[in-house]
């Protein structure tokens, strides 16, 4: 019995059916208790894909979202679940050496945040600590591309260099590009793949994501959309990334005080630094939002309780 098969027998098990129950009412918050190894992943991967809304799922630490999200990646979610890690290498503090692959995946994740109506984020405390670039400066430093757009190479080229990209003879890490005739290479910070972008005269032939390894072709895409390193940049106005969730996100949080004491630890530890966020922020958020805790402690002493 593969997972689709066995998804299919499960939707009459009792605690599937409370649960939807739950997401399709109006209530504001849940209690699950019990849950062990994959089953929290397995329960809830339809909490945002059925239900066409935005969910964040908090774990406690990076590993633990890790496996979370290889278990959520197991089950038919249409490409919408979306890791967000904290951009450093190893400790969390102001000036500490940044991941340029986390920055990567952070930023895949706000632009998905930002231009979709619903997506499944998978994160923890200490990336969520971190306070990102707001809306409008992510929307004003992005240049969508599309297959068939007259748009010019000349444009695309003064467009990356005014967004901070450098040319160089081969892409090989974000914020490169380079141009070799009317091929123009470009690796985006929303993106873990660099595009190959064909010109015809000034209209855009073909858009291909390609391994930086043997140069070969991956996929051909329709659209891109190439961003700066502002997202990861402490410059200008920086928010919290809870200005990015729609109204109507669902929280799914393993330890409520768990995640608000880290983040006011990372917080008080770098008095001096705009680039994170205080647990204010978060508890906000959790007001406004539908929430459901996973794990022993119940932190907004709902009366809704699944076990």
Same mark, same amino acid.
């Given at each position: ?203 855009? %032939? +073909?858009?291909?994501?390609? =391994?930086? #390894?043997?140069?070969? &072709?991956?996929? @051909? ?5 190439? !961003? ?43 008095? %001096? +630094?705009?680039?994170?966020? =205080?647990? #204010?922020?978060?508890? &906000?958020?959790? @007001? ?5 805790? !996973? ?13």
């Amino acid at each position: 019995m593969n997972i689709s098969e066995f998804q299919e027998y499960f939707e009459t098990n009792p605690v599937k059916v409370k649960l939807d129950l739950w997401l399709k009412s109006r209530q504001k918050s849940l209690f699950i208790k019990g849950f062990l190894g994959s089953a929290p992943a397995f329960y809830l991967h339809n909490v945002g894909y059925e239900q066409k809304k935005s969910a964040v799922f908090i774990l406690h630490d990076e590993e633990e979202a890790g496996y979370f999200y290889n278990d959520l990646q197991q089950h038919d979610t249409g490409g919408r679940v979306f890791f967000f890690p904290s951009s450093y290498k190893k400790s969390i503090r102001s000036g500490a050496v940044k991941d340029p692959a986390n920055q990567v995946l952070r930023t895949e994740t706000l632009n998905e945040c930002n231009s979709s109506e619903w997506w499944t984020v998978v994160t923890y405390p200490q990336a969520l600590a971190e306070k990102v670039v707001n809306k409008k400066r992510l929307s004003g430093e992005t240049l969508h591309l599309s297959v068939g757009e007259r748009v010019g190479l000349q444009f695309v080229i003064d467009t990356l260099t005014e967004y901070g990209f450098e040319q160089t003879e081969f892409v090989y890490e974000p914020g490169q590009f380079s141009v070799r005739g009317s091929l123009i290479d470009v690796f985006s910070f929303s993106n873990d793949l660099p595009y190959r972008i064909d010109f015809w005269a000034d209209d855009i %032939d +073909s858009i291909r994501s390609f =391994d930086i #390894e043997n140069q070969l &072709s991956v996929d @051909s895409l329709n659209s891109v959309s190439i !961003i700066s390193n502002t997202v990861n940049e402490a410059e200008g106005e920086m928010v919290p990334v809870t200005e990015f969730f729609n109204p109507d996100t669902i929280f799914c949080i393993f330890d409520i005080r768990f995640m608000l004491d880290t983040i006011s630890g990372i917080f008080t530890n770098n008095p %001096d +630094s705009e680039a994170f966020a =205080d647990a #204010e922020a978060f508890e &906000s958020a959790i @007001s406004e939002h539908r929430c459901i805790e !996973i794990g022993g402690r119940n932190y907004l002493k709902t009366k809704n309780t699944l076990e």
